[in-house]
């Protein structure tokens, strides 16, 4: 269990935490001198259970609130510290609305100098803290009167903390590995030490790890899990680790770093979230509306733009936070937003989606989705999620941006089902992939109903038909299992239903019957071009090209180039010629020249029909020579 401290400045916090473990945690000389906490400071004991408890002291003074919300993040119980002689103050007010803020509900009360004050007046601190406490969640928290002077309540005290050390469940172990870092220094002999909690999964000697944001790689050299050495440090436990690696240094690491599985690396500068605003606020928080964002132990400036209308004090809602730089986050971590000159808490909230969009984020839609998203199981948020327009939902973000396990991963997505492209993964809802499959085969029956001489419908057109509109690898995906089912063929960049066949009107097969005399006979290795005949006939060029490239769809015909057309059998003719040819030739390769001769045709066409063999792989090229591919000699017949 991870304790932290919290209160006024100068109501013996570190006092306290010395009495129960025997750590003094104010460690710099600046500390001392002055008789106030700066920095974290940190101290651990085995308060009887056996476990070690670890202790979090965090600054009360108003300047260091900042540091307090360093070490206030991943805490399991707050240990808030009330002076009986002055009773609440300031930063208990604030210290409390940050621990409510942040979802902390577990929580003991210390009235601390409890030596200074006769029974009335720990009475009258102790009903001013109830009605502080009240609405809170801390509200009914124990208020343990203590003394470090008289050592008045700290067995009590200690005792209702080993309470509440064996009470803590365990942490998300089944999830991927975060660190949130709050220290980093060097060690002689041994390199770059960070330290901080354990915020999901667990970490071994050995393992390799990414630091977020900046993306440094580091080896994990050795493992102090609340402050012994051991070869795992699990979730929920303070851990230091001595990292090696290119780059990795004190000053490459920094307080509000995370170190986590190179899977998780994926920083972000603009999440949704939940947003609360304090009562205290002085005025509603608008579009825009400048802060500082903390997240665990990061500190990075934000403008805030409320998505439901402006948010009043006292009052909750959806928001947009668009930050000033990069962080590392993790979907439902807690975060706190102060005014940018750092004088009050303007409120908190849960992150909700750490891949906001910039257009389209006020709509009916998005705001369903981010209140499906809001739901803590993520098994029912990505349900609640596809069942909400668009319907489809980025499964490789989902599962990374919640952390998520192997198993836990397993149980997410059982019974949804997942369309999976190289590294993409969509995934939809059963009857969404239905929807998907009757909207599909309805479109293209309606398509060869409407134009009967198509071959079919493009995959692009029909991806852009279909609700919901699947992105293009998902639709691949989506496609290439529909194939496999049978439910339709792919013929080049053209999809169509096992049973249609290109069918063209009495008037185009008129104009086809037309045509075909044209290019037999004794002309049919020089057939006359497109606009030849549609001069020579007085109709549009446009309706021969048409009915031209619908028989060439049936296979009646071969597009050599734009104004050629040949009858397929010329075609076939042709391959039987060219393997001819090679076959006199000395050396096995036809020429231009000879293919020529033999179909009697200009130097010109005859390349171009070359060239058009070429592009169907039934030619080998080496320079100005070619030969027949046996491989695919009987393309044409």
């Given at each position: 269990?991870?304790?932290?401290?919290?209160?006024?400045?100068?109501?013996?916090?570190?006092?306290?935490?010395?009495?129960?473990?025997?750590?003094?945690a104010?460690?710099?000389?600046?500390?001392?001198?002055?008789?106030?906490?700066?920095?974290?400071?940190?101290?651990?004991?085995?308060?009887g259970?056996?476990?070690?408890?670890?202790?979090?002291?965090?600054?009360g003074?108003?300047?260091?609130?900042?540091?307090?919300l360093?070490g206030?993040?991943?805490?399991?119980?707050?240990?808030?510290?009330?002076?009986?002689?002055?009773g609440v103050?300031?930063?208990?007010?604030?210290?409390?609305?940050?621990l409510?803020?942040l979802?902390?509900?577990?929580g003991?009360?210390?009235?601390?100098?409890?030596?200074?004050?006769?029974?009335?007046?720990?009475?009258?601190?102790?009903?001013?803290?109830?009605a502080?406490?009240?609405g809170?969640g801390?509200?009914?928290a124990?208020?343990?009167?203590?003394?470090?002077?008289?050592?008045?309540?700290?067995?009590a005290?200690?005792?209702?903390?080993?309470?509440?050390?064996?009470?803590t469940?365990?942490?998300a172990?089944?999830?991927r590995?975060?660190l949130?870092?709050d220290?980093?220094f060097?060690l002689?002999?041994?390199?770059?030490?960070?330290?901080?909690?354990?915020?999901?999964?667990?970490?071994?000697?050995?393992?390799?790890?990414?630091?977020s944001?900046?993306?440094l790689?580091?080896?994990?050299?050795?493992?102090?899990?609340?402050?012994?050495?051991?070869?795992?440090?699990v979730?929920?436990?303070?851990?230091?680790?001595n990292?090696?690696?290119?780059?990795?240094?004190?000053?490459?690491v920094r307080?509000?770093?995370?170190?986590?599985?190179?899977?998780?690396?994926?920083?972000?500068?603009?999440?949704d979230?939940?947003?609360?605003v304090?009562?205290?606020?002085p005025?509603?928080v608008?579009?825009?509306f400048?802060?500082?964002?903390?997240?665990?132990?990061?500190?990075v400036?934000?403008?805030?733009?409320?998505?439901?209308?402006?948010?009043?004090?006292?009052?909750?809602?959806l928001?947009?936070?668009?930050?000033?730089?990069?962080?590392?986050?993790?979907v439902?971590?807690?975060?706190?937003?102060?005014?940018?000159?750092a004088?009050?808490?303007?409120?908190?909230?849960?992150?909700?989606?750490?891949?906001?969009?910039?257009?389209?984020?006020?709509?009916?839609?998005?705001?369903a989705q981010?209140?499906?998203?809001?739901?803590?199981?993520p098994?029912e948020?990505?349900?609640?999620?596809?069942?909400?327009?668009p319907?489809?939902?980025?499964?490789t973000?989902?599962?990374?941006?919640r952390a998520?396990?192997?198993n836990?991963?397993?149980?997410?997505?059982?019974g949804?089902?997942?369309?999976?492209?190289?590294?993409?993964?969509?995934?939809?809802?059963?009857?969404?992939?239905?929807?998907?499959?009757?909207g599909?085969?309805?479109?293209?029956?309606?398509?060869?109903?409407?134009?009967p001489?198509?071959q079919?419908?493009g995959?692009e057109r029909l991806?852009?038909a279909?609700?919901?509109?699947?992105?293009?690898?998902a639709?691949?995906?989506?496609?290439?299992?529909?194939?496999?089912?049978?439910?339709?063929?792919a013929?080049?960049?053209?999809?169509?239903l096992?049973?249609?066949?290109?069918?063209?009107?009495e008037?185009?097969?008129?104009?086809?019957?037309?045509?075909?005399p044209?290019?037999?006979?004794?002309?049919?290795f020089?057939?006359?071009?497109?606009?030849?005949m549609?001069?020579?006939?007085?109709i549009p060029?446009?309706?021969?090209?048409?009915?031209l490239?619908?028989?060439?769809?049936q296979g009646r015909?071969?597009?050599?180039?734009?104004?050629h057309?040949?009858?397929?059998?010329t075609?076939?003719?042709?391959?039987r010629?060219?393997?001819?040819?090679?076959?006199?030739?000395?050396?096995?390769w036809?020429?231009?020249?000879?293919?020529?001769?033999?179909?009697?045709?200009?130097?010109?066409?005859?390349?171009?029909?070359?060239?058009?063999y070429?592009?169907?792989?039934?030619?080998?090229?080496r320079?100005?020579l070619?030969?027949?591919?046996?491989?695919?000699a009987?393309?044409?017949?």
């Amino acid at each position: 269990m991870i304790v932290g401290t919290a209160g006024h400045i100068d109501h013996g916090k570190t006092a306290l935490v010395r009495a129960l473990t025997g750590v003094d945690a104010d460690r710099l000389a600046e500390e001392k001198v002055r008789g106030i906490t700066i920095e974290l400071g940190f101290a651990y004991a085995d308060l009887g259970t056996g476990a070690i408890t670890g202790f979090v002291d965090v600054p009360g003074h108003e300047r260091f609130v900042h540091t307090m919300l360093a070490g206030a993040g991943g805490i399991d119980l707050a240990l808030l510290v009330v002076a009986t002689d002055d009773g609440v103050m300031p930063q208990t007010r604030e210290h409390l609305a940050i621990l409510d803020l942040l979802g902390v509900h577990r929580g003991i009360v210390a009235l601390s100098k409890a030596d200074l004050a006769d029974p009335a007046r720990r009475a009258e601190v102790a009903a001013e803290i109830a009605a502080l406490l009240d609405g809170t969640g801390l509200e009914g928290a124990p208020v343990i009167p203590v003394s470090t002077v008289t050592g008045e309540g700290i067995d009590a005290l200690r005792a209702a903390l080993a309470e509440a050390e064996a009470q803590t469940t365990a942490r998300a172990e089944d999830a991927r590995f975060r660190l949130g870092v709050d220290r980093s220094f060097t060690l002689r002999g041994a390199g770059t030490v960070i330290t901080g909690t354990v915020l999901s999964g667990r970490v071994a000697v050995g393992d390799t790890v990414s630091v977020s944001p900046r993306g440094l790689t580091a080896r994990v050299r050795a493992i102090h899990a609340q402050n012994q050495p051991v070869q795992m440090g699990v979730a929920g436990q303070r851990c230091a680790l001595n990292l090696a690696g290119e780059g990795i240094g004190r000053e490459a690491v920094r307080r509000g770093d995370v170190v986590l599985d190179p899977a998780l690396h994926a920083p972000t500068d603009r999440i949704d979230v939940s947003l609360r605003v304090l009562g205290s606020e002085p005025r509603p928080v608008g579009t825009w509306f400048p802060a500082r964002l903390h997240s665990g132990a990061a500190e990075v400036g934000a403008r805030i733009v409320p998505l439901e209308g402006p948010l009043a004090p006292g009052s909750e809602g959806l928001a947009q936070l668009v930050l000033d730089q990069p962080i590392a986050a993790a979907v439902g971590d807690r975060y706190i937003l102060r005014d940018v000159s750092a004088r009050r808490t303007v409120g908190g909230g849960a992150f909700l989606d750490l891949r906001a969009p910039t257009r389209r984020r006020r709509t009916p839609e998005r705001l369903a989705q981010l209140q499906a998203a809001a739901r803590p199981d993520p098994a029912e948020a990505l349900q609640a999620m596809l069942a909400a327009p668009p319907h489809v939902v980025d499964l490789t973000a989902f599962l990374r941006d919640r952390a998520l396990g192997e198993n836990e991963a397993r149980r997410v997505t059982d019974g949804v089902t997942v369309l999976e492209a190289g590294a993409s993964r969509v995934a939809i809802s059963p009857l969404t992939h239905r929807g998907l499959v009757a909207g599909m085969l309805d479109r293209l029956a309606r398509f060869h109903e409407e134009s009967p001489e198509m071959q079919g419908l493009g995959r692009e057109r029909l991806r852009l038909a279909l609700t919901p509109r699947l992105p293009k690898d998902a639709f691949a995906a989506f496609l290439s299992e529909r194939i496999a089912a049978g439910d339709i063929v792919a013929e080049g960049a053209f999809l169509r239903l096992p049973g249609h066949a290109v069918r063209l009107s009495e008037e185009d097969e008129a104009l086809y019957a037309r045509i075909v005399p044209e290019l037999s006979g004794e002309a049919r290795f020089r057939p006359p071009r497109v606009r030849d005949m549609a001069t020579s006939w007085d109709i549009p060029e446009a309706d021969v090209r048409r009915v031209l490239r619908m028989a060439a769809r049936q296979g009646r015909v071969d597009q050599i180039r734009h104004d050629h057309f040949f009858l397929r059998a010329t075609t076939a003719e042709m391959v039987r010629i060219i393997a001819e040819v090679q076959s006199g030739a000395p050396d096995g390769w036809v020429t231009a020249p000879a293919f020529r001769d033999r179909v009697q045709n200009g130097r010109k066409v005859a390349i171009e029909i070359l060239d058009f063999y070429d592009r169907q792989g039934v030619t080998l090229r080496r320079g100005d020579l070619r030969r027949i591919n046996s491989h695919r000699a009987d393309l044409f017949g």
